[in-house]
């Protein structure tokens, strides 16, 4: 057949389908190149993206032990519902948040707060979305499986508190990093992520960069599912180190003890060496229970439980220790004497002051407890007599009082290992107020500075650290709870990409004492007086022991009327002490709030633990004791 | 059968044809295997391919007149076979669509794609066998309706893809028959307007679905896809074409797109993908060129052919392999939508690889043939 004969043109019509056929072909390269050529890279990446998922391999914190080796703090392997962004990362899922909270019993608020956050994240963050998950929980993800992809189950490591509420404003806890805190540049740059557990609180928090490990992760592919097909590379975590505290469990235990017992089961006890700083005992009731923190904060019931602790009036979450301040009553009249001795308002030989049963300001008596006639300084310790001190604080004029603020370094805080320290508040923070507001300083402010009420505010932890250093020749030290890091090794080869540097032990950086420079008499004078208070029928003459000689001072801060028994507004009772006098081992400090006279509450909680360091320490004194009373 | 071959005959028997089908389909069965090394997919293509040769080399041998006289006998059966499968308990239900029938031995055949050649040759016997001259509309509504029933049944089951493959085939004979290129051109601006109408018609009345909503909105705007709805296709798509670059993946089978299941159907319609993705750009323009030099060897038998109804045969064969590459390639490519078109001789299906080889036995056939007259 010759088309070209056809009338219609046929040979052509046959060239256009031609044509129109590498039209077509041509089309489909040139879509080729474009896809292949020019954005090859781009979706080489793309693909490489869906497929490589790290999946972090958490790394166990380092563990709390007291500083004979006992445990106090630990992390336990438990199962937690995760929640992945990326299935959900371009789809509404407000529809979820029923099922979830049906399906899982989570808070409402909490789920939305969540998902509202994880939306923001990258596609590949992965959040906790509930701890500790029953065997309930965790059939409902795996039979959810298809409908909610982005549910896994994950093993991870919990926070375990085996003490409960005890010591827990020391140890703090643990708890995920907040958006608020993420958005920190100081923090960016640590490489934090969304989800990370940190430290929240005491130790956990003042330590926790060497508490935490340095995660590890898995690089794996997965299928479109997200199901895991091979795995290409494990870079296995570094633990965190290990901390040895200085606190001694067993006293502990007996403060924690003796503060369950007090009339209001409010107060603190701290117990120092005050040879070196090292904290044996900080107790602060009421308290709380870590472990809710940390397993319950995602269910209903366990957020009403947190949100408690913040609206209750008596303020658990509030380390009395070092962030109450308390009006130090007597017991101020410590470091007030070492200071009259150090400016020479009195002396060694001549330490008389008249007590005169009160003094009189303008047209104002403030009283003093007794008569006590003439007294020298240590009689004046021993007996608390407030009138000696109206007029050694005169004396010494307001001026003297801030000189000694600043020896005793009570303007500011001790620097105790642990987060939010508050500092002592007196004369020297006030006075700018005080002469801004009444026009000058009057002489009734510094009466009552004198022993220790109105413009003196101290937290327990800087009474304890300022009266231990009579015991101890004027050596102020740091008070602080670390012993020592335990050392960590090396992760992988130095020349590797991956390799994590061994991490060295240490101990706390002691800083040289402070040196309150006294005299040996004026030392001795202070002291003397201190000791009198327990074995001279001073105010605390009912902790008078055998073999076992305790320095200490009363003091009963004012919190509505002095002495005056008003409710649950009594006074608080205060006792700073140490022991042996002469060669002192341990110093505790005890207050109990709102429960009156000095005397009559610190005392027997500072007895109750001299008791349990006794009995650890020297139990043939303890037996002494025994045979004695008999 | 060889025998009645005179020797004549054997030596314009299209050598070179023959050879890119069977090189084109080898390829296929390779990147079959790329697409699934696990299952059998891939040695299954290789027994069909035996079985499409034989029926190539048959079909070859024959004397297509005497086919394209039979024709109506073809369509019929044609038409039987495509009621039957819509019948329950003799046509399976894959993936909603009632489209195969079940064999023993054999496995499962696709009746629609078979029944083109019929179709085909009806089409050719009738418009082969007119007088020269301008078509007339009576002429058109005879070509529409030969057409027309086989797609209706091919609508019941349903197979918008397979149906959709049938409109090349009449649009080539009318064509070719004379129509008018007014006419043509009518139907083009028509094609134009109405299309778009149509779609906006149907999305306002419901008629068309929620997932064929989205498998057009994703062309416009792949990054906006679902990742989990029906869009995503596409966009895997794109990213596995895309990441085959230059030269292909090399060794990294494990990880490919269609191992870890981002990509459907790697096997069947995205067979060009796992192509992009193994052979890159240089194995795509291979492909392509491979199949331009079997459409010009095939254009060019149509130009020799011994008479009109073998030449339209021949375009017809031309115009429907040209539109299903095209089609799937497209699809593949991110710029047509995911319609259900194998990729001729690449695609694994037994149905497909033997219509196909069957289409080409009639071209070598005809080329065979044309000095006869």
């Known amino acids: 057949m010759k088309l070209n004969d056809q009338a219609q043109n046929l040979g052509f019509r046959v060239g256009v389908i031609q044509v129109l056929a590498f039209i077509l072909l041509a089309i489909l390269g040139v879509r080729l190149y474009y896809l292949q050529i020019v954005k090859g890279e781009y979706y080489s990446e793309k693909a490489e993206n869906q497929r490589i998922?790290?999946?972090?391999?958490?790394?166990?914190?380092?563990?709390?032990?007291?500083?004979?080796?006992?445990?106090?703090?630990?992390?336990?392997?438990?199962?937690?519902?995760?929640?992945?962004?990326?299935?959900?990362?371009?789809?509404?899922?407000?529809?979820?948040?029923?099922?979830?909270?049906?399906?899982?019993?989570?808070?409402?608020?909490?789920?939305?707060?969540r998902l509202n956050f994880i939306k923001k994240q990258p596609e590949?963050?992965?959040?906790?979305?509930?701890?500790?998950?029953?065997?309930?929980?965790?059939?409902?993800?795996?039979?959810?499986?298809?409908?909610?992809?982005?549910?896994?189950?994950?093993?991870?490591?919990?926070?375990?508190?085996?003490?409960?509420?005890?010591?827990?404003?020391?140890?703090?806890?643990?708890?995920?990093?907040?958006?608020?805190?993420?958005?920190?540049?100081?923090?960016?740059?640590?490489?934090?992520?969304?989800?990370?557990?940190?430290?929240?609180?005491?130790?956990?928090?003042?330590?926790?960069?060497?508490?935490?490990?340095?995660?590890?992760?898995?690089?794996?592919?997965?299928d479109s599912r997200g199901r895991v097909q091979n795995e290409i590379e494990v870079v296995p975590p570094q633990a965190g180190q290990d901390l040895i505290s200085t606190i001694d469990l067993d006293l502990q235990i007996a403060a924690e003890e003796q503060l369950a017992n007090s009339v209001t089961k409010r107060g603190t006890i701290i117990s120092m060496d005050p040879n070196n700083g090292e904290i044996l005992v900080m107790a602060?009731?009421?308290?709380?229970?870590?472990?809710?923190?940390?397993?319950?904060?995602?269910?209903?019931?366990?957020?009403?439980?947190?949100s408690g602790y913040y609206t209750n009036e008596q303020r658990p979450l509030l380390n009395r220790a070092i962030q109450g301040r308390y009006h130090p009553g007597s017991t101020w009249k410590i470091p007030e004497s070492v200071a009259a001795l150090q400016q020479g308002a009195i002396t060694v030989a001549r330490s008389n002051?008249?007590?005169?049963?009160?003094?009189?300001?303008?047209?104002?008596?403030?009283?003093?407890?007794?008569?006590?006639?003439?007294?020298?300084?240590?009689?004046?310790?021993?007996?608390?007599?407030?009138?000696?001190?109206?007029?050694?604080?005169?004396?010494?004029?307001?001026?003297?009082?801030?000189?000694?603020?600043?020896?005793?370094?009570?303007?500011?805080?001790?620097?105790?290992?642990?987060?939010?320290?508050?500092?002592?508040?007196?004369?020297?923070?006030?006075?700018?107020?005080?002469?801004?507001?009444?026009?000058?300083?009057?002489?009734?402010?510094?009466?009552?500075?004198?022993?220790?009420?109105?413009?003196?505010?101290?937290?327990?932890?800087?009474?304890?650290?300022?009266?231990?250093?009579?015991?101890?020749?004027?050596?102020m030290f740091v008070p602080h709870l670390l012993k020592e890091f335990k050392p960590v090794s090396a992760i992988g080869e130095e020349a590797e990409p991956n390799f994590i540097p061994e991490r060295a032990s240490f101990g706390f950086s002691h800083a040289e004492p402070k040196i309150i420079e006294m005299?040996?008499?004026?030392?001795?004078?202070?002291?003397?007086?201190?000791?009198?208070?327990?074995?001279?029928?001073?105010?605390?003459?009912?902790?008078?022991?055998?073999?076992?000689?305790?320095?200490?001072?009363?003091?009963?801060?004012?919190?509505?009327?002095?002495?005056?028994?008003?409710?649950?507004?009594?006074?608080?009772?205060?006792?700073?002490?140490?022991?042996?006098?002469?060669?002192?081992?341990?110093?505790?400090?005890?207050?109990?709030?709102?429960?009156?006279?000095g005397a009559s509450h610190a005392v027997p909680a500072v007895k109750g633990v001299y008791d349990a360091y006794l009995l650890k320490n020297h139990p043939n004194i303890l037996e002494g004791q025994q045979i004695a009373k008999k | 059968m060889v025998a009645i071959i005179e020797k004549r005959n054997f030596r314009d028997f299209d050598w070179l044809v023959a050879l890119l089908a069977v090189a084109i389909v080898c390829f296929g069965v390779w990147q079959i295997y790329n697409a699934q090394p696990e299952t059998t997919y891939w040695s299954k293509q290789i027994t069909g391919l035996f079985i499409a040769l034989v029926a190539l080399i048959v079909v070859a041998t024959s004397d297509y007149r005497r086919i394209i006289d039979a024709a109506p006998?073809?369509?019929?059966?044609?038409?039987?076979?495509?009621?039957?499968?819509?019948?329950?308990?003799?046509?399976?239900?894959?993936?909603?669509?009632?489209?195969?029938?079940?064999?023993?031995?054999?496995?499962?055949?696709?009746?629609s794609e078979f029944v083109k050649i019929p179709v085909v040759l009806m089409l050719a016997k009738y418009f082969g066998s007119r007088k020269a001259g301008t078509l007339r509309l009576k002429e058109v509504i005879v070509g529409v309706g030969i057409l027309a029933v086989p797609l209706a049944l091919i609508m019941f089951e349903p197979d918008a893809g397979q149906a959709m493959t049938y409109f090349p085939i009449l649009a080539v004979v009318l064509f070719l028959s004379a129509v008018k290129i007014r006419y043509v051109a009518l139907t083009i601006v028509a094609g134009l307007i109405f299309v778009p109408l149509a779609y906006y018609i149907g999305v306002e009345t419901g008629k068309i679905k929620g997932y064929q909503q989205e498998r057009i909105k994703v062309i416009l705007d792949p990054e906006a896809a679902d990742p989990r709805g029906y869009g995503y296709h596409t966009v895997q798509s794109m990213i596995t074409v895309g990441k085959g670059s230059l030269t292909g993946i090399k060794g990294d089978t494990d990880n490919s797109q269609s191992v870890l299941k981002f990509l459907p159907e790697p096997h069947t319609d995205f067979i060009f993908a796992v192509t992009a993705e193994n052979t890159g750009f240089v194995g795509c323009i291979s492909l392509l060129l491979a199949y331009a030099l079997l459409l010009s060897r095939l254009v060019a038998g149509a130009k020799q052919a011994g008479d009109r109804a073998g030449m339209l045969v021949i375009m017809a064969i031309v115009g429907s392999l040209t539109f299903q590459i095209f089609i799937n390639v497209g699809m593949t490519l991110g710029f047509l939508p995911v319609i259900g078109v194998p990729l001729p001789l690449m695609s694994a299906g037994l149905s497909a690889v033997?219509?196909?080889?069957?289409?080409?036995?009639?071209?070598?056939?005809?080329?065979m043939r044309r000095f006869v007259n």
């Open chain 2, 73 to 111: 006998f073809f369509y019929g059966i044609g038409l039987i076979l495509l009621i039957l499968v819509l019948v329950p308990g003799i046509g399976m239900r894959i993936n909603g669509q009632q489209a195969w029938i079940k064999l023993p031995l054999v496995g499962q055949f696709q009746p």
């Open chain 1, 353 to 475: 002051i008249v007590c005169g049963g009160g003094i009189t300001i303008g047209n104002k008596h403030t009283r003093c407890m007794g008569n006590h006639g003439s007294p020298a300084l240590p009689y004046a310790i021993t007996k608390s007599c407030d009138g000696y001190y109206y007029r050694l604080a005169l004396k010494m004029g307001i001026e003297g009082l801030i000189k000694m603020v600043e020896e005793f370094e009570y303007d500011k805080p001790t620097g105790v290992d642990l987060p939010n320290e508050k500092a002592t508040r007196t004369p020297k923070y006030w006075k700018p107020y005080v002469e801004k507001r009444e026009g000058k300083w009057s002489d009734i402010r510094t009466v009552f500075a004198s022993i220790g009420q109105d413009t003196v505010e101290a937290t327990p932890i800087s009474m304890l650290r300022a009266v231990s250093v009579v015991g101890v020749e004027g050596k």
């Open chain 1, 53 to 113: 998922r790290f999946i972090p391999i958490p790394a166990p914190r380092g563990a709390i032990f007291d500083r004979n080796g006992k445990l106090l703090v630990d992390s336990r392997p438990i199962y937690n519902v995760t929640l992945s962004n990326e299935p959900i990362k371009r789809i509404d899922v407000s529809d979820r948040i029923e099922d979830y909270m049906r399906g899982l019993n989570v808070d409402r608020q909490f789920l939305i707060e």
């Open chain 2, 354 to 367: 033997l219509s196909t080889f069957i289409a080409i036995g009639f071209v070598i056939s005809i080329k």
């Open chain 1, 284 to 306: 602060s009731a009421p308290s709380f229970d870590p472990n809710t923190f940390v397993t319950r904060s995602t269910t209903p019931e366990g957020r009403k439980e947190i």
């Open chain 1, 124 to 222: 590949f963050e992965t959040l906790v979305l509930k701890e500790n998950a029953t065997i309930q929980d965790i059939v409902w993800v795996e039979s959810h499986n298809s409908e909610y992809p982005e549910l896994r189950i994950e093993l991870q490591p919990q926070r375990f508190y085996p003490h409960g509420k005890m010591m827990a404003h020391v140890l703090g806890y643990v708890g995920e990093i907040s958006p608020k805190q993420l958005e920190k540049p100081e923090v960016k740059e640590k490489g934090f992520r969304p989800g990370d557990i940190v430290g929240k609180g005491g130790l956990e928090q003042y330590y926790d960069e060497f508490l935490r490990g340095r995660p590890g992760h898995r690089k794996v592919v997965v």
């Open chain 1, 519 to 597: 005299t040996p008499q004026q030392n001795k004078l202070v002291l003397e007086g201190m000791w009198g208070v327990v074995n001279a029928g001073g105010t605390a003459a009912r902790l008078k022991m055998a073999n076992f000689e305790i320095a200490g001072k009363t003091g009963t801060a004012q919190v509505a009327a002095l002495g005056k028994d008003v409710g649950k507004n009594k006074d608080h009772s205060w006792f700073v002490s140490f022991a042996p006098a002469y060669k002192p081992e341990i110093a505790i400090i005890a207050l109990i709030e709102n429960s009156g006279f």
